[in-house]
């Protein structure tokens, strides 16, 4: 039996990092055992924000592509391509456009967020209102049967989960609706003790080698509590102790619980043992990522061959969405 199919994609914003790492990539790379994976870089999407300043987003696929292959990800078992490389991706995004009501993605939550978190861009663009029109379309234009998100992104495999049904009650069954593979949303802070983000500055990233992880870790912000060395604190209170929960063993955790609450352990130990643990889980990525980040050809190539294998699919979908919806000219 073949293997149920599956669609994922990042935005190309920059090089990865762990928050990028234990979201998203990790769970990714294990899916590739159990589903036909096309996962894709999503340059498309990037414009529907960053559409005044395009310029980093060549090199910045090249980076994503990198960091992928370097977490695992296997062309010859996955589908790795580039969203723009398969423009039937913006054929379908139209013609879904003519069907789903413009109330449906002004109700999307992260539509109105967006706007409000993102001030100094103007996104009263009809691209940014339909980028989730062009989510549905990646996603069903592969015949998707499961979407792997976070919480933040379930309202738009909702979305997609109905126009799919409104399609069907025009034009006839072409796509599945996809499921949801919800991922275990783990925090990962970043060195300040908020959220994990390049925009923050308070990132560590995939690139980065064990030196320049140990450097990160070492000045991370921890339980304001604990001020001098015999101050006992709170781990749950204490970014370096969420990383902990992320990266390390059982019994490292319990050592840090007990020494942190009863200031047996200063906080360099503590996060002594973290980086260990953390060198440990990003070993085959620090083994592996140098060598590809030195041949941006082969990774090019890697794109454009996986862009290539996606694109017959959506052809293919794409003969079927043209009969359904009668302007099947071109075939017949
Ligand atoms: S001992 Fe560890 S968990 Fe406790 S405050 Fe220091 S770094 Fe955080």
């Known amino acids: ?140 234009i592969y015949k998707a049967d499961a979407v792997p998100v976070g919480e933040d992104q379930a309202a738009h495999v909702e979305l997609t989960r109905e126009i799919v049904r409104r399609f069907k009650n025009l034009y006839g069954p072409v796509f599945p609706e996809p499921r949801t593979l919800h991922t275990a949303a783990k925090r990962i802070p970043g060195t300040d003790g908020r959220k994990m983000s390049k925009s923050y500055d308070n990132a560590v990233y995939l690139k980065d080698d064990p030196e320049t992880v140990r450097k990160k870790i070492r000045p991370m912000l921890t339980d304001p509590a604990r001020k001098r060395r015999t101050d006992p604190g709170d781990p749950d209170k204490c970014p370096v102790f969420d990383l902990h929960k992320a990266f390390s063993s059982k019994e490292t955790r319990e050592w840090a619980t007990q020494g942190c609450r009863t200031a047996g352990i200063g906080c ?25 980040a030195s041949r941006p050809d082969t990774v090019w190539d890697i794109l454009r061959e996986g862009s290539k294998r996606a694109r017959a699919v959506a052809r293919a979908t794409m003969d079927e969405v043209r009969a359904a919806m009668k302007i099947d000219y071109q075939t017949s």
């Open 268 to 292: 360099l130990d503590c996060k002594a043992k973290l980086i260990d643990h953390m060198l440990e889980r990003l070993a085959g990525i620090h083994a592996r990522r140098p060598e590809f």
């Open 1 to 140: 039996m073949p293997k149920p199919r599956l669609l994922s994609g990042m935005r190309p914003t920059g090089p990865l990092h762990l928050g990028n790492l234990m979201g998203a990539l990790e769970n990714w790379v294990s899916l590739q055992d159990t589903y036909d994976c096309f996962y894709s870089i999503v340059d498309w999407h990037s414009l529907t924000t960053d559409y005044a300043d395009p310029s980093g987003i060549h090199d910045n696929v090249v980076e994503v592509a990198t960091d992928w292959l370097a977490a695992g990800l296997d062309p010859e078992r996955s589908t790795l391509f580039i969203q723009s490389l398969v423009p039937e991706h913006a054929e379908l995004h139209l013609l879904l456009s003519m069907v789903v009501p413009v109330p449906w993605l002004e109700r999307v939550p992260s539509y109105k967020e967006q706007q409000k978190q993102l001030t100094g861009k103007d996104l009263s663009t009809y691209g940014f209102l339909g980028y989730p029109l062009l989510q549905t379309a990646d996603i069903i």
